[in-house]
């Protein structure tokens, strides 16, 4: 029970047996990482959840809590039931190809991240708010790099963010000089499980190492049990805090940034979009068709370069994400298959 917290476990579900508990701490291709805050399993779904699931969204994420048959002396597992969410982050299908599926579960707070030196994109920190409400969790707003700013520049930033963040706590940080580390913490208790939020270079790894930096050695909490050492390359998207808190930071929840952006690229780049409206040709580049809205609009100075061209970047950075996407979504479905034929075919065998 008790190690069972450590992983976050919390006294609403205090019904279930503990002993068959786990937690996913690592969603590989066709198998999880598990942890029962003892021992690290390498799990796979049993077939009878193969074929109940009905989609993407019913399988595990990580985060999840699993109910689990273990297989101590292998240091495997069987993955029976995936225990109802408190909070799942959900990234949406896009075109035909891609499935919606699950990010992260039972997350109890996000940590919006947003640096202070450049580029505060308030509209982008309410998006964020918005779908943190949305999976269930609670979000704090993270300013880093406050030691690159005036208090008077901080204080500005905090103001302008507290428009969009009513009731939601900001807490300007240094991961340099440590300063906002402790407010930081009092919002990351013992058992709670927090995931980061934000863009690329605003300090998301630097946090997490700087949360554990304090007594590095306690980090391997969660892995530790792993007797024989093996499968500890992984890379690692759930870590244990020194004072008991759970951090996941996990590649999926970096990729929900630009899922969200694009439904949200109409209303952040409206200025851009009147524009590209007004473009002879539907399809058109902007580069050098004739009768672009875009080139008249930086021509004549109603739009600046510069906003055009974060515009573009966003847009090729969408555009690559969901290439990515597709990719792995088919082959994931690929391997899927692959599996349900493999269980089927052992069934088969079994049952002669
Ligand atoms: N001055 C200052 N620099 C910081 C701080 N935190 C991070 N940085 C720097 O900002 C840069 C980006 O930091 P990362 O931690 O890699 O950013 P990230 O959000 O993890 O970026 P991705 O991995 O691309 O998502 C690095 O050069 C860091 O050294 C800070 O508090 N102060
Ligand atoms: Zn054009």
Redesign the pocket.
């Known amino acids: 029970m008790n190690k069972l917290r450590k992983l976050g476990w919390s006294s609403t579900n205090e019904d279930q047996d503990t002993q068959l508990m786990a937690r996913v701490t690592t969603v590989q291709k066709n198998s999880y990482r598990i942890s029962d805050g003892e021992m690290e399993f390498l799990a796979h779904v049993s077939g009878k959840f193969l074929n109940d699931a009905g989609s993407s969204l019913d399988f595990p994420a990580i985060g999840d809590w699993v109910e689990v048959k273990k297989l101590r002396d292998e240091g495997k597992a069987v993955i029976n039931r995936v225990l109802p969410r408190k909070s799942r982050f959900i990234r949406q299908a896009a075109g035909e190809v891609t499935e919606a599926q699950i990010v992260a579960a039972n997350i109890d707070t996000v940590l919006i991240?947003n640096?202070l030196?450049h580029d505060l994109n308030v509209r982008r920190i309410e998006r964020y708010i918005l779908s943190t409400y949305e999976s269930g969790a609670m979000p704090v707003v993270v300013l880093?790099?406050?030691?690159?700013c005036t208090q008077r520049e901080v204080d500005q930033a905090i103001s302008q963010v507290e428009e969009v963040a009513i009731g939601v706590p900001i807490i300007a940080?240094?991961?340099?000089?440590g300063e906002g580390m402790v407010d930081l913490l009092e919002h990351l208790p013992i058992g709670r499980t927090a995931a980061?939020l934000?863009?690329?270079?605003?300090?998301?790894?630097?946090?997490?190492?700087?949360l554990l930096s304090s007594e590095v050695q306690e980090t391997k909490g969660i892995r530790e049990s792993d007797s024989r050492g093996r499968h500890t390359t992984t890379h690692r998207e759930m870590f244990m805090l020194p004072n008991g808190a759970l951090i996941i930071?996990t590649p999926g929840m970096?990729e929900l940034q630009l899922w969200q952006g694009e439904s949200a690229i109409d209303t952040t780049f409206q200025d851009v979009e009147q524009f590209t409206d007004k473009c002879r040709f539907t399809d058109c580049k902007h580069e050098t068709e004739p009768g672009c809205g875009v080139k008249a609009a930086i021509g004549n100075g109603e739009l600046t370069k510069d906003r055009f061209q974060s515009y573009v970047k966003l847009q090729r950075e969408l555009a690559y994400e969901k290439r990515k996407q597709d990719q792995k979504a088919k082959l994931n479905e690929k391997n899927r298959w692959k599996q349900v034929s493999k269980d089927l075919r052992s069934k088969y065998k079994y049952n002669r």
């Open positions: 991240v640096s030196n880093t790099k406050k030691d690159e940080i240094s991961s340099v000089s980061l934000g863009s690329s270079g605003v300090g998301k790894s630097t946090l997490v190492n700087t930071d970096r």
